[in-house]
C-alpha cells in the first residue's frame, strides 16, 4: 500500500514524488532497493548463448566486466561501475530488454533468520508437541542420509575435538565454505573446504552460532546420555557455509545450495555426498528471483539424491510470500508455532505457507518450568569459552525441526520426492483455525502443525493420505505458480484397484486473497479434457494455467485458491496458489494533488491543489498550515468520478505544514483501485479516502492550483 519514507520532510525547494507502486516486472525499483553486494548483478541469458557472445556485455553506454559464470544454466556474474539507483535501473531495464537476457538483478544480501532469545537449557517441550517420541518408534533415521545446513557455519572441526561441540560428535561429515568475500567471511579467505563457524555474524560482532543451533536440532548426537537430542538420530549433517558478517549472496546461497543437493560448481570440486534434505534457515524481503527459481525447479527435477528442500517463512509477522527463498516454487516453506500450538507473533504467514513446526517464544513460560519457551539446541557460551546450549526462537529453529523429519521420512524411502513428502506433511498436519493462527483463516497457516508419527507411519504402511479422502491422489499437491508461471502440469492418480470417474468441476478463492480474481483467471488448456475415467492403478498427465493478463488488474500479493474435483460423485480439493506483481499499466491522467485540513466541527476543508491533465510523479504547492491529509488521484476514465481502474493513494501519516511552506517532499504510492469498496493496498486508509472522495470528485473539473 502506501509507503511512508524513513523521514518526512517538508521544506521549499524539495520535489514530492507519487509514483506508480511496483509498476513493470515484479523485481523493479522496490526490488532494487533490497540490500544487496555493490556492483555485481546477475545476468541470465536465453539457451543457447555462446559464452564467447556474452563476455563483452556493454548496455546503454555502461560496460559490465564479466567475474564468472553460475551454477544456474545461463547465468553469469558481472560487475558494474557506480551508476545510482536510478542508473541501475535503467540498466537493467536495456538488459532484459534484449532478446537474449532473460532475467537481470542484483547479486542480493540475504540474513540468518533469527530473533534474539536468553540461553538456557531445560526440556525440548517442542519435540511431543510434533509426536516426535512416537515417530521415533517408528525410525530413528539412517546414517546413510544426509542433510546439508546451509547456514553460518557449524561449531565442528573434523580434526580438532578441543574446536567442536561433542554434541555433534559422529554426527558430520565433509562440507564445504561457499563464501567468496573474505570481509563477509571473517575467516581471512574466500571459498574453501572449511566451513568452520568462525563467529562474528551478529551486530558489533557479536555471534549467533546460528548454524550450530540448527544443526542440533536436526541432529544432535542423541541417546548419548547427555546434551540434547535431535530429531534425527542417524543422519550425517553436512556444513555448507554460506551465511558472515552480514549475512550472505544471493550468488553464495544459491551455489551453496546447488553443490548441496550434487551438482556441479564452477571453481568448486563437487560434492562426493549429494544431500538428500537441505535446511536454509535464511531468508530476505522480496520475490523470489528467477535465479534462485531456476535453481529450486533443478534441484526439485534433477538432483541425484531428490534433495528436499526446507526454507524458513521469515519472522516479520507479514505474508511469507513477500520474502525470498519462503516464496519460491520447489521448497516446503515452514511457519513457526509457540508452546500451546499457535502462531508465533513474530511468525510470516498467508498463502506461501506449506505447514508450521515449533519455533518457540522466549518472551513466556506457558509451560511453567521456570524457563522461556524457545527451542533448545547447540550454541557456545563466550563468557566461559565453551560450548553450551541455547534457547532461540524463530522460523529459523521452525525449518530444522521439518527437515529433521523428512529426513526420518528419507530412512524408510531414499526416493522420497518434494511432492510426496510435502503430500504427507500436509494430509497428516494439525490444522490450526482462524484463533490459533491469530489470523481471519486458519489456512493462512498452511496445512498446521507437522505431525511427525502420522507422517511416518502413512509412508511406512504405503498409505499416502489423499487431501480430502478421496482416491484420487494429485501430485503435487499445493500446485505451486510462484510468481511468473502461466502453466503447471500435475499428476492425477487412482491409488485404489477399481475405474474411478473424475472431472473438475469448479474452483473456490481464499477469503485471505488481497482482492477477488477476475472472471477468466483460471483455464484448462486447450484439448485437455475436463473429465474422464481412471483404471485402477492408472495416471494422466494434466496441466492448469492462469492467465497473467487477466490477472493484471488485480493488486500484488500472495494469492490461494481450491480447485473441486468430483471423484465418484465426491469432492476432492487442489490447492493451488500464486502471486502476482502489481498491474503493469501506469496512470495517465488527469491527475490531482492534494491536502486536507479538518476545521473546529471535524469536517474537512480543502486546504490545497495541484492539478496536471495528464499524469507527473512531481508536485509542489501551497496549503493551509496545520496538520493536512494529503491525497493522490488520477481519473484514468475521465468521468470525474474515483471508481475501479482510476489511480489513488493517501499518505498514511499526517503532514505537518508551516505557515509559508508548500507540501512537497513527500513520497507515497499509488496503485489501481480494484473497486471502491476493496481499493486494493491502500484498504487500510478507506475511511480516509471516502471523507475525501467527494471534494476530490467536485474539484476535478475545475483544474485550479489554489482554492
Not at 76 to 94: F, M, N, S, T
Amino acid at each position: 500500500g502506501a509507503v511512508p519514507p524513513s523521514a518526512l520532510a517538508i521544506s521549499p525547494g524539495q520535489t514530492g514524488a507519487v509514483r506508480p507502486l511496483a509498476a513493470g516486472p515484479a523485481w523493479g525499483p522496490a526490488e532494487l532497493e533490497r540490500e544487496a553486494v555493490p556492483g555485481e548483478l546477475i545476468v541470465g541469458f536465453a539457451p543457447g548463448m555462446s559464452p564467447l557472445s556474452a563476455a563483452p556485455l556493454s548496455v546503454g553506454g555502461v560496460r559490465l566486466e564479466e567475474l564468472r559464470s553460475l551454477a544456474v544454466a545461463g547465468a553469469r556474474l558481472y560487475r558494474y561501475p557506480a551508476v545510482g539507483l536510478g542508473g541501475l535501473e535503467a540498466l537493467i531495464a536495456d538488459l532484459v530488454a534484449r532478446p537474449d537476457v532473460r532475467y537481470a538483478h542484483p547479486n542480493y544480501l540475504l540474513q540468518p533468520l533469527r530473533v534474539p532469545d536468553d540461553e538456557f537449557y531445560s526440556f525440548q517441550w517442542h519435540y511431543p508437541a510434533i509426536s516426535l517420541p512416537a515417530a521415533w518408534d517408528i525410525t530413528t533415521g539412517s546414517s546413510s542420509i544426509v542433510v546439508a545446513v546451509g547456514d553460518t557455519g557449524i561449531l565442528f572441526d573434523p580434526l580438532d575435538a578441543s574446536r567442536s561441540h561433542p554434541d555433534l560428535a559422529g554426527r558430520v561429515i565433509q562440507g564445504y565454505d561457499f563464501i567468496s568475500d573474505p570481509r563477509i567471511a571473517a575467516d581471512g579467505d574466500g571459498r574453501d573446504p572449511d566451513p568452520y563457524d568462525v563467529g562474528g555474524d551478529g551486530p558489533g560482532g557479536s555471534s549467533s552460532w546460528h548454524g550450530t543451533h540448527v544443526a542440533g536440532t536436526i541432529g544432535a548426537a542423541t541417546d548419548n546420555g547427555g546434551g540434547v537430542a535431535g530429531v534425527d538420530w542417524q543422519a550425517r549433517i553436512q556444513n555448507v557455509r554460506m551465511l558472515g558478517r552480514g549475512g550472505g549472496t544471493l550468488v553464495d546461497i544459491i551455489e551453496g545450495t546447488l553443490w548441496a543437493a550434487g551438482f556441479s560448481v564452477p571453481g568448486v570440486p563437487n560434492n562426493p555426498t549429494p544431500a538428500h534434505v537441505i535446511n536454509l534457515s535464511l531468508g530476505g524481503p522480496g520475490l523470489c528471483s528467477p535465479f534462485e527459481q531456476e535453481a529450486f525447479d533443478r534441484i526439485a527435477s534433477a538432483s541425484p539424491n531428490r534433495a528436499v528442500v526446507v526454507v524458513a517463512a521469515g519472522n516479520e509477522n507479514m505474508p511469507a510470500a513477500q520474502f525470498t527463498p519462503a516464496s519460491c516454487r520447489n521448497v516446503i516453506t515452514v511457519g513457526a508455532t509457540e508452546f500451546r500450538g499457535h502462531r508465533a507473533p513474530y511468525s510470516n504467514y498467508g498463502s506461501r505457507i506449506d505447514v508450521m513446526a515449533p519455533g518457540g517464544d522466549v518472551t513466556v513460560d506457558r509451560n511453567g518450568d521456570g524457563f522461556v519457551d524457545g527451542v533448545l539446541s547447540l550454541s557456545f557460551d563466550e563468557s566461559s569459552n565453551d560450548f553450551s546450549f541455547e534457547f532461540q526462537q524463530g522460523t529459523s529453529m521452525a525449518a530444522p525441526h521439518v527437515a529433521g523429519v523428512v529426513a526420518l521420512m528419507k530412512s524408510l524411502d531414499p526416493a522420497l520426492d518434494l511432492a510426496t513428502a510435502l503430500t504427507l506433511l500436509t494430509s497428516t498436519a494439525r490444522p490450526l483455525d482462524a484463533a490459533a493462527c491469530a489470523r481471519p483463516s486458519g489456512s493462512e497457516c498452511g496445512a498446521g502443525l507437522i505431525d511427525a508419527q502420522a507422517a511416518l507411519a502413512a509412508l511406512r504402511d504405503g498409505a499416502v493420505p489423499t487431501p480430502g479422502g478421496g482416491s484420487l491422489l494429485m501430485t503435487p499437491n499445493p500446485l505451486d505458480f510462484g510468481s511468473g508461471v502461466s502453466e503447471v502440469p500435475f499428476t492425477l492418480s487412482n491409488t485404489g484397484s477399481e475405474a474411478v470417474d473424475w472431472s473438475i468441476a469448479y474452483y473456490l478463492e481464499s477469503e485471505a486473497n488481497p482482492a477477488p480474481m477476475p472472471e477468466n483467471s483460471v483455464f484448462v488448456p486447450t484439448g485437455q479434457p475436463l473429465s474422464g475415467t481412471l483404471a485402477g492403478g492408472a495416471s494422466v498427465a494434466l496441466r492448469l494455467g492462469i492467465d497473467r493478463e487477466v490477472l493484471g488488474t488485480v493488486p500484488a500479493g500472495a494469492y490461494q485458491f481450491t480447485l473441486i474435483f468430483l471423484v465418484a460423485g465426491v469432492e476432492q480439493p487442489l490447492t493451488v496458489r500464486f502471486s502476482t506483481a502489481s498491474a503493469t499499466v501506469a496512470p495517465g491522467g488527469p491527475m490531482l494533488v492534494a491536502a486536507f485540513v479538518e476545521d473546529e466541527d471535524g469536517e474537512l476543508q480543502l486546504s490545497g491543489l495541484t492539478f496536471g491533465p495528464t499524469a507527473f510523479n512531481e508536485y509542489a504547492f501551497e496549503a493551509l498550515p496545520g496538520a493536512n491529509l494529503v491525497v493522490a488521484w488520477s481519473d484514468e476514465n475521465g468521468n470525474d468520478e474515483i471508481d475501479a481502474g482510476d489511480f489513488a493513494g493517501i499518505y498514511p501519516g499526517i503532514v505537518v505544514v508551516a505557515a509559508g511552506e508548500r507540501v512537497t517532499g513527500v513520497d507515497f504510492a499509488i496503485e489501481r483501485i480494484v473497486s471502491v469498496d476493496a481499493t486494493g493496498p491502500f484498504a487500510a486508509y478507506a475511511l480516509d479516502l471516502e471523507r475525501v472522495r467527494p471534494q476530490l470528485e467536485r474539484l476535478r473539473p475545475n483544474q485550479r492550483e489554489r482554492p
